[in-house]
């Protein structure tokens, strides 16, 4: 069994068609990531798979449960951090998560472990409309991974935060999957993507346009296929990556000429570029 | 049900801080204890001001408090998140229900004791206003659940409630008013209050007007409610 699969999915705003068939599967424990430019139907897909949405048509199981009749047990299954998702603004860190560890029926220890987890614990009885950005994306991720979910859902994780707390976040979301959690995540950030995720679906326009892990989707677009070397003279050389240039690579090794010596394949940027036209940067 | 007292006790919580919200629930019982004390007139009736306090009370905070704490959570997808946390959408409004009634009712007390009500008449005062708090709640609920914001919620809730906190008061004034204002629940309360203190026997009009605010009032709760069921 699968922890996510998604089967077909299609989803109409009026006439307006924004998710067009889509089908998609993780395994237990990766992370899954979805990446597209803005508009190009991530958030309705996550709300879709977390069942904020009814789709036009197609099938979501999440650990096996259809989420078409999902119930509240599903959810208990499910951590979410989604862009739109609040928190109580007058409450401190404390008491947001407290409210969350007595629904979910979560021991009042786990609050401490969580809030050290994600760094604020010290600021514990700071009212959340006091913390930056940064701490209340954090405090969000607490909350997501209170009741130790099977399945973590992102949204957009690191969307307009600083690169340390970015940084702070890939950790904690490398660690949750270390322990066995199964993490979907979405971005327009490919640096995100690579560094994070195991296998990525390229989303454009309401399809998916290209689907592996984030190397294989490199080299398969590495038309070029040549090594770039940058010598001590401060010349580019371009060498075809093939067997006819090891003797002239050999003779700069030779002479130690090398300074730096990088295949081409391009980047998911450029990938999405080729398929697309268009950037993943475009809003 | 242990949902609900987990969100009775986040709203004592959050709406504790919440001063906007705070003044609501101690303005009219602050300004009847103010009144009652400070103004003597001679043909006014004795405790004047409570009951007409008492009833901009009831018009007032409920409608206000519950309209104006649902359609926060919903502008700021907080209820989403509960909800989505396994809180079901009744365990979400009798916790928040049982916070704004109970907040209400310490209103009530006060204008009971301000009142100089005892024993029977006490707890009749209390029953009296428990009735008026809960269709201003159940209206407050419904506003709260259709509009999708802060904004739309207190654009409506305004009228809604200056008619319902206002026209008891206007009826004195005005008899083509107090003939439309006898359909009005908080009317009828006002009417139901002035009898306990002269100690006349209700009309029965007073208690089917009443009632039928009530039903009507529960009826559009439970229709928005099923509608939207918070979503």
Same mark, same amino acid.
């Given at each position: ?5 998604i089967?077909g999915?299609r ?6 068609e ?5 089908t ?8 899954? =990531? /979805? ?8 958030t ?10 009814i ?14 009749g999902?119930s ?21 860190c404390?008491?947001n ?21 994600? =760094? ?9 409309q ?7 994306g ?22 307009g ?53 984030p ?10 296929n040549?090594?770039r ?10 060498l075809p ?5 090891a ?15 990088h ?5 998911l ?9 268009r ?5 | ?12 919580k ?19 204890v103010i009144?009652?004390n400070a103004?003597?007139?001679?043909d ?20 206000n408090?519950?309209a104006?704490?649902?359609a926060?959570?919903k502008?700021?997808?907080?209820l ?22 109970s ?15 005892r ?19 159940? /209206? =407050? ?29 206007i ?5 083509t ?14 009417? /139901? ?14 208690l ?6 009530? /039903? ?6 439970v ?9």
């Amino acid at each position: 069994m699968k922890a996510i699969e998604i089967e077909g999915v299609r989803h109409q705003f009026g006439e307006k068609e924004v998710l067009k068939g889509i089908t998609l599967s993780a395994e237990k424990g990766e992370i899954i =990531g /979805l990446l597209g430019p803005s508009g190009a139907g991530k958030t309705t897909l996550i709300k879709i798979i977390t069942g904020q949405l009814i789709p036009s048509s197609g099938n979501v199981r999440l650990e096996g449960h259809d989420m078409g009749g999902a119930s509240g047990e599903v959810y208990h299954e499910i951590g979410m951090m989604m862009d739109d998702f609040g928190v109580y603004e007058r409450l401190t860190c404390y008491d947001n998560l407290k409210l969350y560890a007595d629904i979910y029926r979560v021991h009042t220890g786990r609050i401490r472990e969580v809030l050290e987890w994600v =760094g604020l614990y010290e600021d514990r009885k700071c009212p959340a409309q006091k913390l930056s950005k940064g701490m209340k994306g954090r405090l969000m991720l607490a909350r997501a991974v209170l009741h130790r979910p099977r399945l973590l859902f992102l949204d957009e994780p690191t969307s307009g935060l600083d690169p340390a707390t970015t940084r702070r976040i890939h950790d904690l979301i490398r660690q949750m999957q270390q322990d066995g959690t199964t993490v979907f995540l979405t971005t327009h950030n490919m640096t995100e993507a690579e560094k994070l995720c195991k296998h990525i679906a390229l989303l454009h326009e309401g399809s998916i346009v290209e689907y592996g892990e984030p190397k294989e989707i490199c080299r398969r677009y590495n038309h070029q296929n040549k090594l770039r070397l940058l010598l001590d003279d401060g010349t580019s050389v371009r060498l075809p990556n093939t067997r006819e240039s090891a003797e002239q690579i050999k003779e700069y090794l030779q002479n130690e000429r090398i300074e730096t010596m990088h295949s081409t394949e391009p980047d998911l940027e450029s990938v999405f570029m080729e398929l697309t036209g268009r950037s993943l940067q475009d809003s | 049900m242990k949902n609900a007292t987990i969100i009775y006790r986040k709203q004592i919580k959050d709406a504790g801080k919440n001063i906007a919200l705070l003044i609501q629930f101690v303005m009219f019982p602050l300004m009847a204890v103010i009144m009652d004390n400070a103004i003597q007139v001679a043909d006014l009736p004795e405790h004047f001001f409570v009951g007409m306090f008492a009833v901009m009370h009831i018009g007032m905070a409920p409608l206000n408090v519950t309209a104006a704490i649902i359609a926060e959570e919903k502008e700021k997808n907080t209820l989403r998140v509960l909800l989505f946390g396994g809180v079901r959408p009744f365990e979400y409004l009798i916790g928040t229900g049982g916070y704004v009634f109970s907040s209400c009712m310490i209103g009530a007390v006060i204008f009971a004791l301000l009142g100089g009500y005892r024993g029977r008449e006490f707890v009749l005062f209390l029953l009296i206003m428990a009735a008026g708090i809960l269709v201003s709640m159940f /209206l =407050g609920a419904v506003i709260g659940i259709c509009s999708k914001s802060q904004i739309i919620a207190a654009s409506v809730m305004t009228p809604v409630m200056m008619i319902f906190a206002f026209l008891p008061m206007i009826a004195m004034f005005n008899e083509t008013i107090a003939k439309v204002a006898d359909f009005a629940y908080s009317q009828q309360i006002q009417i /139901l209050i002035n009898g306990l203190s002269s100690r006349t026997t209700p009309e029965p009009k007073s208690l089917i007007v009443l009632g039928l605010s009530a /039903l009507i009032a529960a009826g559009m709760f439970v229709g928005a409610y099923r509608k939207s069921a918070l979503n």
